[in-house]
């Protein structure tokens, strides 16, 4: 098993302005993942971050607006930029292989 | 379009009764079917997961049964406890690059 933290837990940030979200994992891992969770909806995975490379993101989110760093196997951030209040949400760090996902406890980001 | 629908999308039920929660996808290919537990501002938490050749699996007092002809799959919680009050999220993986499709869940209260 993985044990996830991510800082903040949750923060309300004012439009324009950008959040980095940190996520620790207790151990070695290779890919580790970023979701959001809006508010009655399902978690849409945002970007797969790899050490090492640059972070893959899917399709309606870019790296100008969610730029990812990863600079060890333990650690990742995740940083929300120019927020509006259409970025309120639920963000979660993961870490998974092929059988088991393992999810952070979450950051829960209000933009007023 | 991979989907997995959940119904229904919310249950209140008294403690001590059971419960049958159900998830419908159309995900292709099809590798492994998760169900989760999310307690409020908590991350999800892995309870089952079921590969084709599984029909049924437990955890305690959780059931998960997986039909993968009709591509459906249904999660049974006996003898309900306060702690479950939770959403419960279906995910299913194709198998490609941890690629999951998630439902939005189904929020389940237990009442005294």
């Known amino acids: 098993s993985a044990v996830i933290s991510q800082k903040p837990s949750r923060d309300i940030c004012q439009r324009g302005t950008s959040l980095t979200i940190q996520c620790q994992v207790d151990?070695?891992?290779?890919?580790m993942f970023w979701y959001r969770q809006q508010p009655g909806q399902s978690l849409t995975l945002i970007a797969t971050a790899n050490q090492g490379s640059e972070a893959t993101y899917e399709s309606g989110f870019v790296i100008d607006k969610f730029p990812i760093s990863r600079p060890n196997l333990t650690f990742s951030t995740l940083t929300v930029s120019n927020m509006s209040p259409e970025d309120s949400s639920i963000y979660l760090c993961?870490?998974?292989?092929?059988?088991?996902?393992?999810f952070g406890p979450g950051t829960r980001l209000t933009v007023t | 379009k991979n989907q997995v629908e959940q119904s229904p999308q919310s249950l209140i039920i008294l403690e001590g009764k059971n419960c049958t929660l159900q998830?419908?996808?159309?995900?292709?290919?099809?590798?492994?079917l998760r169900w989760y537990k999310q307690d409020t501002g908590r991350g999800p938490v892995s309870l089952t997961i079921m590969t084709f050749s599984e029909n049924t699996k437990s955890n305690g007092r959780y059931t998960a049964t997986l039909d993968a002809d009709t591509k459906q799959s249904s999660l049974h919680i006996t003898a309900s406890q306060l702690s479950d009050s939770a959403s419960y999220i279906c995910v299913v993986d194709d198998g490609t690059a941890s690629k999951l499709t998630f439902g939005t869940g189904t929020r389940l209260q237990v009442t005294l």
């Open positions: 151990s070695q891992v290779t890919m």
């Open positions: 998830c419908n996808y159309t995900v292709s290919p099809f590798s492994n």
């Open positions: 993961s870490v998974g292989g092929d059988s088991e996902q393992y």
